[in-house]
C-alpha cells in the first residue's frame, strides 16, 4: 500500500491503471500485472530523483520477500539524509508517528508522549 500511495503522490497517476476505474478492474489489473508502473510523472509535475524512484520501485516489487519492509522505507536515504540537495521527510514523518498516523483502527492506541 505505501509503494501505491508514493507512486500516486510522486507520478500523479496509479501504477497499474485498468481501463475501466473501478475496484475489481483496479485489482485485476495489478493481479495480472500487464502493465508494469512507468514510473515518470506527468506534465508540470516535478522531476523526480533517481534514488526516489529506486525506492518506490523498491516498494511495488511483486515478491513480498524483495519487497521492502517498513522499517527498512524508512531507512532509505531520503528519510535520514540531513537537510541539503534532496530534502529529508524525516521530520515530516516523525510528527506524524507521534500524532498516531500510522496506528491502525481497532488496535490499542498508545498515549502520545513528548507532544
Same mark, same amino acid.
Given at each position: 500500500?505505501?509503494?501505491?500511495?508514493?507512486?500516486?503522490?510522486?507520478?500523479? +497517476?496509479?501504477?497499474?491503471?485498468?481501463?475501466?476505474?473501478?475496484? =475489481?478492474?483496479?485489482?485485476?489489473?495489478?493481479? /495480472?500485472?500487464?502493465?508494469?508502473?512507468?514510473?515518470?510523472?506527468?506534465?508540470?509535475?516535478? +522531476?523526480?530523483?533517481?534514488?526516489? +524512484?529506486?525506492? !518506490? @520501485? =523498491?516498494?511495488? $516489487?511483486?515478491?513480498?520477500?524483495?519487497?521492502? =519492509?517498513? /522499517? @527498512?522505507?524508512?531507512?532509505? $536515504?531520503?528519510?535520514?539524509?540531513?537537510?541539503?540537495?534532496?530534502?529529508?521527510?524525516?521530520?515530516?514523518?516523525? !510528527? /506524524?508517528? $507521534?500524532?498516531?498516523?500510522?496506528?491502525?483502527?481497532? $488496535?490499542? @492506541?498508545?498515549?502520545?508522549?513528548?507532544?
Amino acid at each position: 500500500a505505501l509503494g501505491v500511495v508514493a507512486y500516486v503522490l510522486l507520478y500523479g +497517476t496509479w501504477p497499474y491503471t485498468p481501463e475501466r476505474l473501478t475496484g =475489481s478492474a483496479m485489482k485485476a489489473a495489478i493481479i /495480472a500485472a500487464t502493465h508494469a508502473p512507468r514510473f515518470c510523472g506527468r506534465p508540470g509535475l516535478a +522531476t523526480i530523483s533517481e534514488t526516489c +524512484t529506486g525506492w !518506490v @520501485q =523498491s516498494l511495488l $516489487r511483486r515478491c513480498p520477500g524483495h519487497r521492502l =519492509s517498513a /522499517a @527498512q522505507a524508512l531507512k532509505h $536515504r531520503n528519510f535520514t539524509k540531513p537537510w541539503g540537495a534532496e530534502v529529508s521527510l524525516f521530520p515530516t514523518l516523525a !510528527v /506524524a508517528k $507521534r500524532s498516531g498516523a500510522f496506528e491502525l483502527p481497532g $488496535r490499542a @492506541q498508545k498515549a502520545p508522549t513528548g507532544l
